[in-house]
């Protein structure tokens, strides 16, 4: 699609074609950004379902960034 004729994102939200092609953001792995432990402080495998960690419907999860669930550990 040409620039100037309203296609793009950028100048849906700026009215303006500046930049153009395509732009990339890069995030961590989820695996490595996010952290589950259970109630008694068992950490979970994020990749499986809560039937294949054996979670009853009741169950109380802490999720968190990987960092402060480690902080949490240590104090």
Known sequence: MPLGYGYT???QMTGRAVHGGIQI???PSLRDAIACESES???L??????RELGLLPSANLRMATSWVL???AAS
């Open 9 to 11: 994102v950028e100048e």
């Open 25 to 27: 953001d890069i995030y």
């Open 41 to 43: 402080g068992v950490e």
């Open 45 to 50: 495998d994020i990749t499986q379902s809560p």
């Open 70 to 72: 480690n902080a949490l």
